[in-house]
Each structure stands twice: as C-alpha cells, then as structure tokens.
C-alpha cells in the first residue's frame, strides 16, 4: 500500500498535474485572445446571434459606441443560432468565459427570468434616471415582469403582410386594406389564383408557432392563465381554443378553394416562400418585418404591406413583438455591467436605431427615430416600408399582445408548429389542438415541479 | 503455475517447500516490480485520465442527470427514479420516433448495400470509359453533409425545383416533397442513400476486384452463367465487406443528424424527428438535459442490441 501511495505521490501526481495544466493553458489561451481590452478601458464581453449583414450593422454600431467615450471596450461575439445561444449563455453562467452583456430572444425571456442569472435593468435605469417613455410600450411590456423592465428591447420586428402590388394591379384587384379581415385576404388570395389561370398561388402562411401566437395577440386571446404569464407564473395552457379554431379553420379553407400553397416550417420554409414571391408565384405571405430589405432589394415588382390580419368582426388588438433583447449578466462587477447598460443607452438613441433599421429591417423602437434623416430616406424610397412602424406604434399593450411570459416556449412552439402541420396536412383540428394542448400542459407541470414553483 | 519435472521424484516435506519456493518464484516472474508498475501507469495514466474525464464521466453524469428532473439551468432537482423512462416509452410521440428512426435506418441500409452492390459490379466490367464511371461513382463520397442537403433541397423545392418542374411538364400532381409526412421520409431517405452511395461503392468495387479471377474462369468452363457466378462466387467472397459495409452504415443512420437538421428540422409532424435529433431539440432547444438523458441512454441500448445482433447472425454467414 504504502509503496503505492509513494508511487502515486512520486508519479502519477506530477504526470497529471502536467496533463492539467497543458489543457488548463490551451483553454485560458484559446478564451484570453478575444477578451482583451485596449489599456485603461474596462472590456465588456457582448454575445449576440446577430449573423450576415445585420452582424455588419452591429459590429458598425459598436465600433462607434468604442469610439465615442474612452471608459469601457465593448467586445461583440457572435454565438450562432437564437435557440443554442440559450443554453450557452445559461451554461457558462459564472465562468470566465461568460459574456458581461448578451442578446437573447423573445421566448427565452422567463427562462433567463428564473434563471437569476441576470440583473434586471430596472435597476440601471432607475439609477441613471433613464426615460424609457420614448422606447416602443409594447416592446418594452414584452421583456418586463410586474412593471420591473427585465433587459432592453433590441432588435424588434412584427409579423406583416407582404403582397406583391403589381400583380395584384395586373389581373385588376383590389388591394387588401391597411388592417385587413380574414376574409378579406381570402377573397385577395382566391381572386389572384382563379384570374392568373391557377399561375400564381394566392397566399401562404408558415407553419410557425410565433405566427400562430400573434394570431391570439391580435385576437385578444391569451394562450396561458395568469395573464399570459404576466400577472404570475402560468399552470394551465388552452391552445384548443375558439379563436384558434378560427384561424386554423381560416387556412384550411383557402387550402380547400387551392390557392393556398404550403412550405413547411423552418428558414427553408421562409427562403423558399420568398423566392417563390419574388418569382411572382405567390401573391401574399406574413411574415417578420424583418425581410422587408430582402423583399425590395432585387424585385421588380412594388411591394405591397399591410397589419397582420384579423379575424372578421373584431377590431385588431394589435400584435406582439418578435427579436430580441439585451440583458445583463449579474456574474460580473458592479462597473461592467454599468458600462453594459451605457451601450444598452447608446443603442437605444434615435439615430442608432433609425441607422438599425435602414441596415437591416428590425423596426426602430425610438420613436424620435421617425424624425431621422435616414429612415425619412427610406420611407421616400420604399413607402411601404413605413407600415410595420406604424403597426408597432398604434398597439396599446395589453397581456395578450406582450408575449407569453413561461418557461418552455420553445417546445410549445413545436408542439404548435405539429399541431400546424397536421392540420395543412388535412388532419382533424380539435385533434390536433387537443393533443398538443395534453403536450403542452404535461410539459408545464412538469417544468414547474422541476423549477419547484 | 510452472510445474518443476524434477519436483515428483523427490520426498515429500522437501517437495513441499520446494514447491512453495517455485511457486513464489513464478509469482514474482509472473508480477510487476515496481519498474514495471511505473511504466505500466505511465503508460496507462494519461489515456485513463483522458478517457475518465471525456468518456466515463460524462456517461456517469448522463446516468445520473436521467434519473432526476432538471430545473430552467440545467441543475437536477427533483429524484423521480425511473419515471423518465417510463414516460418516454409510454408517449406516443417518442414510440413514433423510434418507429421512424427503424424505418429511417432499415431502408437507408438496405437500399445504400442494394445499389452500391450493383453500381460496383457494373463498375467492374471491363468496358471502354469505365475508369470514367467509377470516379462518378465515388463522386458523392467527396459531398459534405450540408452540401448534399443544399443541393437537394433545391431539387425538392416545390416552386421553382427541378422535380416540380418535370412533374408540372409531364401534368402530374405537385408531390409536397418535404411537407408531406410520407414523401418527406422518402426525400431524407434519398439523400442519405445518395450521399452514403460514394463510399459503399467504393468500398465494395474494391472489395469486388479483390476476387480471385481463377474462380470466374473455372466458373465459365463449367458453363455457369454470370448470374450464378455473381450469387455464387462475387457475394460469398465478399462477404465479409458487406458485413463491414451494413453495420457502418447502419450505425450512420442511427447517428445521422446534420441532414435532418438541416432538411426537415424533424418535421413536418415528427415524421423525420429521429432519435438522435430529438435528443439535440430536447437538451439544447428546450433545456430538457433530463429527458435528454434518458434518450440517449435509451439510444445507446438500441444501438448496441443492433450491433450484437448483427455480429451474432450475419457472422455466422460471412465466409472468411
């Protein structure tokens, strides 16, 4: 035994401690190299999931941010995919490698709540006397829990309505309205495909849970109890309801009169719905407001942009937001996560918002941006390019259109976007809602049990 | 034990403590010194240390995690024993993955053995220009993953896709490529076989080439025709590559992901959510690492059942 122990002692120790260092250096050297700051400035480490030419936009605002005062270096990461940037950020909590100020989208939001994780930036803004007021209500009632605001609205957009306007003129038909009915795109959609000899599909819809939830914002419906999370934390989930019937039953008829067309779900869905547009075999989709530069760079045709539809008879509540926002780790001294709300500030101002959405489609949350040189260029440019401004300044929060405040959104999409599915696909829609409701709320019982609430 | 010859001829007290010593003496020739204690460790030491840390660990920590529920960062809280299990092998939605995974799999085998066998015997008749297509053959192996799913999925695009186009021109209904449940099965189904096909066709050719052509000489004097010369004489022969070729990609298409991912995403109503990529959705979509857990435990049986399986019956048949 003892010789053992003198041979472990001896031996394998130093062996392993060699072994440990070598991988400990290699990591501290592989995650040393992008942290750095420039001497005298404090680095804030930035993780976002911004990629093309919005990474561009951002890369831009943050260099200007560096530039503009000479306290604090912020440092921009790019960290792939909203869905995987979760649990990166979530699982790297309290290590070196963490990020001191991330960017996490919509349905994360009550996860990176329970999480507490993150130091809600109320507190920045009480302390700095921060006015909020000229920063999207609806936007910012999406990221606030109990009228404490939780992180910053970032990049925001909304679902809208594209339609392709020349060819709607071509074949003679009335344009739908600004706020258009149900019906009114069926009558649109039925009308393009029956006078262009079955050329041109007249409308899709992606099979999306996001969309399917603004359906219910827009309806004044809420998915969960509690206010949609908003007034405590949800136990029961009711997707098989009334209203979702009726916009289910809403697609299913324009399935049947053959106008509608179906791409599936995910970005090969949106890609393909958008070349199809371009190519002039769709008249209409909703979709993000977000695609508006790819919608007009290239096209031909003059495109046409209206609300978010809603069901016939009722007035439109107004949609909820999509995107992302800011949020401050609490991992990190007092000081960096001061200078990571000074940028949250900077990205908030009227020209930095109004050159974001120029850049790249996400709408401008300040509403002095509207008076910006820029955004004035573009609205002379593209007129249609003012509509989903317009959209998001006219909705008064409310529950049913700030977001569904509950951990687990992500499955409960899918659940949706399944229950979507069978429906396009022919299936029965009390079915379908009625399994994925079982889905849905085993999984909150479950996740509730789990988070001991 | 070394037995001393010598040992049986002399008394017995003698023989006795003789033996011992012999014993003792062989024990220690048998046993490491502490030299040899020293290399074995140093030798030994790092890849345990390795396998311990990226291996063993890990697989531990899965175990535990399965048998717990997982809070919104991952931490286990509540113990529910085999409850995990227990839900998933009762839901109806994971006895559909499973279901499509077997089908998935079954048919990705079947069909990549099927027509690498006959690419690669056509590929092996001597004719003018062979060389020309036996590079073509192989060209698929040379396609990385999200190539093959890019350039499928413009083929299957159902507005401006090659095969939309040719059925439009030859007046046939619109097949909903990867919309339809069933067709979109067989659209992943054709691009794994497409993408696999490079490298069983080149395995097998080689395998093929290999034969003695003695046997086929022989074969053609007794007036045995090419048919019976390729069950009778090509299979046999190579049987032990088709045994190597069936279980790689049988054990690929367990594992296959990244063209799901980027084809399906598991849709449209699960048709394609295999058990791999339920695994990924669950612990890295929906931070379920619980549940996850248990899948992959769950995985990991089935995958190892399958290779006994196949090492047990189709062994017995490989003729080396």
């Known amino acids: ?83 995987e940037a979760v649990q990166k950020i979530i699982q790297s909590h309290g290590t070196s490698a963490s990020p001191a100020l991330f960017q996490s989208f919509d349905i994360s939001t009550a996860q990176m709540m329970h999480s507490k994780y993150t130091t809600p930036v109320q507190k920045f803004i009480d302390e700095d006397h921060y006015d909020t007021s000229d920063i999207s209500p609806v936007a910012r009632s999406f990221y606030s829990n109990k009228g404490q605001q939780l992180a910053m609205p970032f990049n925001t957009s909304q679902p809208v309505l594209y339609y392709n306007a020349t ?17 009114e795109i069926s009558r649109v959609a039925k ?41 405590g934390n949800p136990t029961k989930i009711n997707v098989n309801n009334p209203n979702t019937v009726k916009f289910l039953k809403w697609i299913r008829t324009n399935i049947k009169s053959g106008d509608f067309v179906n791409y599936g779900s995910g970005a090969s869905a949106e890609t393909n719905e958008i070349a199809a547009f371009l190519a002039d075999k769709l008249g209409i989709f909703v979709q993000s407001s977000a695609y508006i530069g790819q919608l007009t760079t290239g096209n031909k045709n003059k495109l046409g942009i209206s609300y978010f539809p809603h069901p016939d008879g009722t007035k439109a509540n107004g949609v909820g937001i999509g995107g992302a926002a800011l949020w401050i780790s609490n991992d990190k001294p007092e000081k960096v996560q001061k200078g990571a709300f000074e940028f949250i500030k900077y990205a908030e101002s009227a020209k930095n918002q109004a050159n974001w959405q120029v ?35 006219s909705a008064k929060p409310n529950n049913a259109n700030s977001g ?12 949706e976007e399944t229950a979507m599915e069978t429906v396009y696909n022919g299936g029965n829609i009390d079915g379908a809602l009625t399994t994925a409701n079982k889905a849905m709320n085993a999984n909150l019982t479950t996740t509730n049990r789990a988070d001991k609430k | 034990m070394l037995k001393s010859p010598a040992s049986d001829s002399t008394s017995a007290p003698i023989n006795r403590a003789e033996t011992k010593a012999k014993i003792e003496a062989s024990e220690k020739a048998f046993s490491l010194n502490a030299k040899d204690k020293y290399y074995a460790l140093l030798f030994l030491g790092p890849s345990l240390l390795i ?12 175990l535990y995690l399965s048998l717990f529920l997982t809070n919104t960062v991952g931490k286990p809280t509540v113990f529910v024993g085999l409850s995990n299990y227990i839900n998933l092998l009762t839901s109806a939605d994971y006895l559909n993955s499973l279901a499509v995974t077997m089908v998935y799999v079954l ?43 890019i350039f499928w999925l413009f083929i299957f695009n159902p507005s401006t896709g090659f095969l939309s186009l040719i059925s439009t021109w030859l007046h046939l209904p619109a097949i909903g490529w990867l919309t339809d449940p069933t067709w979109a099965m067989v659209a992943v189904i054709i691009t794994t076989v497409w993408m696999n096909l490079g490298f069983t066709f080149l395995i097998l050719f080689g395998a093929i080439q290999s034969v003695p052509t003695t046997l086929y000489e022989a074969a053609s004097i007794e007036g045995a025709s090419s048919r019976f010369q390729f069950f009778h004489i090509t299979i046999p022969s190579i049987s032990p590559t088709l045994f190597f070729v069936s279980i790689v990609t049988l054990i690929d298409g367990f594992k296959s992901f990244g063209l799901i991912d980027l084809m399906t995403k598991g849709g449209p109503t ?51």
């Open chain 1, 404 to 415: 569904i405040l509950m951990e687990g959104m992500q499955l409960t999409r899918e659940l």
């Open chain 2, 270 to 320: 699960n048709a394609t959510n295999m058990l791999v990529y339920r695994i990924y959705k669950d612990a890295f979509y929906s931070g379920n690492f619980a549940q996850a857990s248990a899948e992959a435990l769950i995985l990991t049986v089935i995958i190892a059942l399958f290779t006994l399986l196949q090492f047990k019956v189709l062994e017995k048949r490989v003729n080396y």
């Open chain 1, 1 to 83: 035994m003892v010789k053992i122990w003198d041979f472990i002692k001896n031996h394998l120790i130093p062996i392993i401690a060699v072994v440990v260092v070598a991988i400990g250096v290699a990591f501290v050297g592989a995650s040393h190299k992008e942290t750095t700051a420039k001497a005298g400035r404090t680095p804030i480490v930035f993780w976002h999931e911004m990629g093309g030419p919005a990474e561009q936009a951002l890369d831009k605002m943050v260099d200007n941010f560096n530039q503009s005062q000479s306290k604090y270096e912020v440092i921009p990461q790019y960290e792939g995919a909203y869905d």
């Open chain 1, 191 to 231: 009308e393009l495909y029956e006078k262009s000899h079955h050329k041109v599909k007249g409308m899709t819809m992606e099979i999306y849970g996001w969309l399917l939830e603004e359906a219910l914002a827009n309806d004044k419906t809420k998915l969960i109890n509690n206010g949609d999370g908003h007034q």
């Open chain 2, 107 to 149: 048919a990705v085998t079947a069909l990549t053995i099927a027509l690498g066998l006959l690419l690669a015997s056509l590929a092996s008749k001597k004719i003018a220009g062979i060389g020309f297509f036996r590079t073509l053959f192989s060209s698929t192996m040379g396609v990385s993953v999200s190539v093959a799913a």
């Open chain 2, 51 to 62: 396998l311990g840390i990226f291996i063993f660990y890990p697989m531990f920590k899965t």
């Open chain 1, 167 to 183: 060819l709607l003129k071509k074949y003679g038909i009335t344009p739908p309205s600004k706020s258009p009915s149900y019906s």
């Open chain 1, 359 to 393: 850049a790249t489609g996400y709408l401008a949350l300040n509403k002095n941006s509207q008076k910006q040189k820029a955004l004035q260029n573009l609205y002379k440019k593209i007129p249609a390019a003012r509509v989903p401004g317009e959209q998001l300044a």
